[in-house]
C-alpha cells in the first residue's frame, strides 16, 4: 500500500464535491482522507513533508489545484471550493492527468511544455537535479496561475495599490495613490529614484478579457499634462497592436506591462506570495579531501 500520488484524487475530490455545495477546503480534505484513505496505515498518513505538512493533504491539495486550472472545480469566494458541470460530467469517468493537462483552460496561461508534469515522463532517464527542476518549474507555474486569477478577480483600487507596491518592491522610490475618483487618468504616481527626481505615471487596468486599445494609451499621456513625460501602463489582460504602436512611437517613454509580465515580476520580487518551503541542497567538497 502507498499514499495516493496527487493525479489520483481527482475523482475522490469530485466525488465529495458532487452534491453541489460550497465547501471549506480543510473541509474537503477532510473529507476525502477520511472516506477514501482512512484505511491506509497510520506510518503512511503521518508521513510529513519537511515543512511539517502531512504528505496526504499535500497531494490532495494538488489535486485540487489542477482540478481548478481545469475548469472541473471553482472557488467561488476565499478558502471555498465548489464543483462546476464540466466537473459534475467528468466524474462518471476515471478522471487522469493527461484529461486535465489537455484542458485549454489548463494550457491557457502557462503551457511551456517545460512547466508540464506528466505521468508518462521518463523519469529513469532523468537525474536527481533534472526531477528537483522540473518540480520547481511546475511549483511556479502553478504559483504563477493562482496569482493571475487572484489579480484578475480583486478589487480594482486595490489592483492599482498592489501595482504600486510592486514598483516600491521593483527599487523605485515612493509613491502616491491618487483619489479613487477624478484622478484625471492617473492611477499612481511613484518616484524614479529614492530621492525622488523624476516622477513616473502609473496607469492600471484590471481587465478580463478586453484589450488594451489605442485610445487608453492615447487618454493615458494626455492625462499627464506635461508634468513627466515617464509612465507605465499595466494590465491583466493584453494591448491590442495599435495600442503597442501609439506607445512605441509616442515622446513619452511609456511601458507597457500586460497580464503574463505583470505575474512574472510579482514572482520575482515577491508580491502577494511568501516562501512555504526552504530546500538546502548539498555537495561533496573535493578540494576539502585533496587538501589532506
Do not use: C
Amino acid at each position: 500500500m502507498d499514499l495516493p500520488k496527487f493525479h489520483e484524487t481527482f475523482n475522490p475530490i469530485l466525488e465529495i464535491l458532487s452534491d453541489g455545495k460550497i465547501m471549506h477546503h480543510r473541509e474537503l480534505l477532510k473529507l476525502v482522507v477520511d472516506k477514501y484513505y482512512s484505511d491506509l496505515p497510520k506510518e503512511l498518513l503521518d508521513e510529513k513533508l519537511k515543512s511539517g505538512e502531512p504528505l496526504i493533504l499535500n497531494r490532495i491539495a494538488w489535486g485540487k489545484s489542477y482540478l481548478k486550472r481545469g475548469g472541473f472545480i471553482t472557488y467561488p469566494e476565499r478558502g471555498m471550493v465548489q464543483i462546476t458541470q464540466k466537473g459534475k460530467d467528468a466524474a462518471r469517468k476515471p478522471l487522469n492527468l493527461p484529461d486535465i493537462e489537455n484542458e485549454s483552460n489548463f494550457l491557457q496561461f502557462y503551457s511551456d511544455e517545460k512547466t508540464k508534469t506528466t505521468v508518462g515522463n521518463e523519469i529513469k532517464n532523468s537525474s536527481p537535479q533534472d526531477l528537483l527542476d522540473s518540480g520547481f518549474s511546475a511549483i511556479e507555474s502553478q504559483i504563477k496561475h493562482e496569482l493571475f486569477e487572484k489579480v484578475k478577480n480583486i478589487d480594482p483600487y486595490y489592483f492599482e495599490k498592489v501595482i504600486l507596491l510592486l514598483l516600491n518592491k521593483m527599487g523605485y522610490g515612493e509613491f502616491i495613490e491618487t483619489a479613487k475618483s477624478n484622478d484625471g487618468g492617473i492611477d499612481g504616481i511613484i518616484n524614479e529614484d529614492k530621492l525622488g527626481l523624476d516622477k513616473i505615471y502609473i496607469q492600471a487596468k484590471r481587465y478580463n478579457e478586453n484589450k488594451v486599445r489605442e485610445k487608453d494609451i492615447r487618454n493615458f499621456i494626455g492625462a499627464m499634462s506635461g508634468d513627466t513625460t515617464k509612465g507605465v501602463f499595466v494590465t491583466t489582460s493584453t494591448f491590442d497592436d495599435s495600442a503597442i504602436k501609439k506607445a512605441y512611437e509616442a515622446h513619452h517613454k511609456i511601458i507597457l506591462i500586460d497580464g503574463k509580465k505583470l505575474v512574472d515580476l510579482m514572482y520575482q520580487y515577491g508580491i502577494g506570495t511568501q516562501v512555504k518551503n526552504a530546500y538546502e541542497i548539498k555537495e561533496v567538497d573535493e578540494d576539502f579531501f585533496e587538501a589532506s
